[in-house]
């Protein structure tokens, strides 16, 4: 979950040398960025690696756009429904092409994105991108092909509702919220899915409306020469009309009292524990979830010193671990732990709490915070090491403020954040009328 950050380093062709002076830019490659005038932006990124594109279409269309009641669940179906083809490229063909490319292809949706993706060789570059064109502009599915593929998101809903920690995290986020759209998870919620394979209208309406060229961002890293790569999604893609929707997304009110909810498992399992705090948005300007991460790496990551303490000394947990994600609207920075006994649960509960409270009540010591700063950003640096991972990670930064100029203000501001800060963040959402506790249990987990 944690962005990596620090070492002044200079990426060539793979390589990560060290480098003296000062911190260089966080995303260290040169990048084209273009709108067009229908509203879609084209983000281009040539790199040193021979060959191998990856193309990286981001639309800004996650759960948290599904605000009518009865309809969640419509962003991640669509990531079903847009391999079900258009009248150009039906199924079989768009498979063929792709295999004779060799290419890698792929799709995944979060509360604010849905993002498709292939690698491929240079040479099939203009094919693909317009292929996917025709897709984005022309996706056609007949009521029967939509039902069925409803219905095989119901079998995906099921066969994830058999893991104990997809649960507790669906339940934390419906305890917790009570109106925005991050009280479902990216699913949905069931009662809304068992109804989608009669909401076939409603599908082509979902569609109309978000994959539009203004909520899209394509992002085209590897072997490539900005002014071909323009050129060609010009052609394929400027003639997409721009749409004319805007939602409303609904404003969590303020929680004014600490939540709870115990989970009963059908089956044998360890317990399983989430202690949550309602969290920041994503801000490459404001530093309160840039420091809530650090929080998170100081206090419950694995160097910390409460996992060494709970996982390893007094082997009370066999999981621990925070989630502070990145997203447009406040999400939660979450605990979690699975507890080896019953018995143990209110004591490690009471364990996260009393680190959470350290934060609000002393600040941490200057060369832990200095450190964790240098991890996040060294990480960060070595995860760019071939064009496809350079991609991917600028796909999830696009999502949120749709230029690639947003991760260098990001570190920017992680290497402002100071022992005071931390203090003053943690008393600010470390607060009891912020908190939520998901507990779950089944069989004989004592």
Known sequence: MFRSAVLPILLLGGVVLAQAGPVKKAFPWKYDQYDFPNGLRLVTVPTDFPNVVALYIVVAAGSRNEVEPGKSGFAHLFEHMMFRGTEKYPPERYEAVLKQAGAASNAYTTDDRTVYHTTFSKEDFEQILAMEADRFQNLKYTETVFRTEALAVLGEYNKNSQFPIRKIFEVLRDTAFEVHPYKHTTMGFLEDIEDMPNEYDYSLKFFDRWYRPEYTTIVVVGDVRPAAVRALVGKYW???????????????????????????????TLPWLAVAFKGAAYSDTEPDQVTLDIIGSLGFSENSDLYKKLMIKEQKVDVFGVDNPDRVDPQLFTVIARVKKEDDVAYVRDQILAQCREFREKPVDAGKLEAVKRHLRYSFALSLDNSEAIASTLAAYIGLRRTPETINNLYALYDKVTPEDIQRIARKYFQENRRTIVTLSGGDSK
């Open 238 to 268: 400027g003639g997409w009309e721009h749409g004319s929707y805007r939602a409303r997304i609904p404003q969590e009110p303020p929680q004014k009292e600490p939540r709870s909810k115990h989970i009963d498992w059908p089956s044998p």
